[in-house]
Every structure is written in structure tokens, then in C-alpha cells.
Nanobody
Framework: QVQLVESGGGLVQAGGSLRLSCATS??????MGWYRQAPGKQRELVAE???????NYADSVKGRFTISRNNARNTMYLQMNSLKPEDTGVYYC?????????????WGQGTQVTVSS
């Protein structure tokens, strides 16, 4: 069974930092990333490892967030610095596995990040 479990969310003041973790049950993901969803808004990509192994960031977080992973531990991280109130939302870990010529998405349960002004 494929599982992704996020941790590390919380309440932080603007300008502060948080590190999110995503522990997974498999190393089979071809693409992995972090998404977030603010109240009343659609889920959006924050950062990801592409299928080629490079990284991709949303413009709004470039220079502030860093995605990384520990393959030996099947864990992905998101280091978030210089947090802003607009970074508030539920952060989801996403993994994609290639199956039968298409990507199949798997999601964690989400972790709440709240940035106070």
C-alpha cells in the first residue's frame, strides 16, 4: 500500500521558518512534490522534483523554499524560510508513479501551515 505521511506544520510568525517532512512507503515515485491549498483557493504546486531529477519551484517561493530528499529514508523535505502570511495553507505531499503509460497520483493527508503577521 502506497502511503505518504506529512509532518512539521504549525504556527509561525512572518519571517520565520518551518521544515516539512514527507515519509513514504515506497521509492517508486518518478515525480515527487509539495502542493498547498489556501482557504477558498485551488491547490497549487509549491515545489517538485521532476522525472529528470531537477527541481521546479513556484515563482512565489523561489529563493525562500528548498525541496530536498533523503532517498535512503524515502523521505522528502520542504525547508521554508522567510515565511509570509500568504504562505498559509494546507501543505500536501504528492508522489507520482508511472503505470501503464500514465502518471498515477498519490497524496498525503496534509499538514497545516499558518503564518501570522
Amino acid at each position: 500500500q502506497v502511503q505518504l505521511v506529512e509532518s512539521g506544520g504549525g504556527l509561525v510568525q512572518a519571517g520565520g521558518s518551518l521544515r516539512l517532512s514527507c515519509a513514504t512507503s515506497t521509492s517508486a515515485f518518478g515525480i515527487m512534490g509539495w502542493y498547498r491549498q489556501a482557504p477558498g483557493k485551488q491547490r497549487e504546486l509549491v515545489a517538485e522534483f521532476t522525472s529528470g531529477g531537477s527541481t521546479n519551484y513556484a515563482d512565489s517561493v523561489k529563493g525562500r523554499f528548498t525541496i530536498s530528499r533523503n532517498n535512503a529514508r524515502n523521505t522528502m523535505y520542504l525547508q521554508m524560510n522567510s515565511l509570509k502570511p500568504e504562505d498559509t495553507g494546507v501543505y500536501y505531499c504528492n508522489g507520482r508513479i508511472g503505470q501503464y503509460g500514465r502518471w498515477v497520483d498519490y497524496w498525503g493527508q496534509g499538514t497545516q501551515v499558518t503564518v501570522s503577521s
